[in-house]
């Protein structure tokens, strides 16, 4: 195992779930970056499965998607006994008071606009995680 092996198996794993490669590239890019191990997740289905499988610490979670849509994949986490204290962050190109209403309706922990910064992804995991150890 080397150093990097060790950072990851230390830092808690954070879920991507988007649609959009770019925006989950992007994501993993910055999040690994900062030391985070990351896991994709392209819909609700996906989302939710990994979830089961791996445990992450913290979901980004794009709202509109295909099969099952951020709202409902939040909404199904928050109804799990297992899950219902993992934090979720919606992400959307949406930044309307309506939006943001449904999201905090729908259970979720924060509400990230895309496109996002790095500064702005990091600071929302700095916020909801402790600091990867080095």
Do not use: W
């Not at 934090?87 to 496109?115: H, I, N």
């Amino acid at each position: 195992m080397n150093a990097s092996d060790a950072q990851a198996r230390s830092a808690p794993a954070i879920l991507v779930v988007d649609d959009s490669s770019t925006i989950r590239r992007s994501a993993e890019i910055f999040l690994n970056q900062a030391g985070y191990p990351v896991l994709l997740a392209e819909d609700g289905f996906e989302a939710l499965s990994c979830i089961v499988d791996h445990e992450p610490a913290l979901v980004f979670c794009d709202i509109l998607m295909p099969r099952l849509d951020g709202y409902h994949t939040c909404s199904l986490i928050r109804t799990s006994e297992r899950f219902s204290e993992l934090p979720v962050v919606l992400l959307s190109s949406r930044d309307g008071l309506f939006d943001r209403a449904r999201g905090a309706l729908a259970g979720a922990t924060a509400y990230l606009t895309k496109p996002f910064a790095k500064d702005s992804l990091l600071r929302t995991v700095r916020e909801l995680l402790p600091p990867p150890v080095s």
